[in-house]
Each structure stands twice: as structure tokens, then as C-alpha cells.
């Protein structure tokens, strides 16, 4: 396992920008798949977008942020960025990072998923 610290988060107006990021203790972060999941109270935690490991030259994105946010990684600074832009009020969410060996379980059971986040709180004021 990796511990995963997310930071970015804060305030932002609609139709403004952030980026986050999420970093990885541990000297082995690059064979890890990350994903970025966000929650409000009352719903689910909702898939957004994810990387597979090392190279990092595939992503997914869910439907609602394609376009908008561009996930990355940094291997040699064991971080993952998500960039968020364009920001709707409702992109208000905590945003957790995750990772895991295992790129499926990233985006398809994330019930199995090795390491998360604490969060970051992002709110989109209208």
C-alpha cells in the first residue's frame, strides 16, 4: 500500500479553475493506478476521472467532466494531478484520490481498491 494526501482544494467561482494534486509516500507510486472520486453528503461517491500506472498514457474520464479536467502524473514527484476547469457549482464535492495495482479496480470495484485519501474540499460558489 501507499498513503495518499490530497491538496488543492478550496474556494472558487463558477467557471474558475483548480488543480489538485495527490501524493504518495512510498518508492514504488509509479506502479500504482490513480484515481480521483468525488463525494457531497447524502450521495454517492462518484467516479471522475483516472490514470493508469507508470507511463500514464491512458486515462479515463467520467461523462460529466470529459473535456474539462485533465488527470496527470509525475512519477518522480509521486504525484498525481487532477486539473480542474471550468467549474460548475456542482463540482462541489470533497475529491479523494485512490490507488491500487490493478487499473480495473480503479474504475470498476473500487471496493477493492488498496489506498485512499483523506480528501480535499472543493466548493464552486455560484
Known amino acids: 500500500q501507499v498513503q495518499l494526501v490530497e491538496s488543492g482544494g478550496g474556494l472558487v467561482q463558477t467557471g474558475g479553475s483548480l488543480t489538485l494534486s495527490c501524493t504518495a509516500s512510498?518508492?514504488?507510486?509509479?506502479?500504482?493506478?490513480v484515481g480521483w472520486f468525488r463525494q457531497v453528503p447524502g450521495k454517492e461517491r462518484e467516479f471522475v476521472a483516472a490514470i493508469i500506472r507508470r507511463s500514464g498514457c491512458s486515462t479515463l474520464y467520467a461523462d460529466s467532466v470529459k473535456g474539462r479536467f485533465t488527470i496527470s502524473r509525475d512519477n518522480a514527484k509521486n504525484t498525481v494531478y487532477l486539473q480542474m476547469n471550468s467549474l460548475p457549482p456542482e463540482g462541489t464535492a470533497v475529491y479523494y484520490c485512490?490507488?491500487?495495482?490493478?487499473?480495473?479496480?480503479?474504475?470498476?470495484?473500487?471496493?477493492?481498491?488498496?489506498?485512499w485519501g483523506r480528501g480535499t474540499q472543493v466548493t464552486v460558489s455560484s
Open positions: 485512490a490507488a491500487d495495482t490493478t487499473f480495473h479496480d480503479i474504475v470498476g470495484n473500487t471496493g477493492a481498491v488498496d489506498s
Open positions: 512510498g518508492r514504488t507510486f509509479m506502479d500504482y493506478a
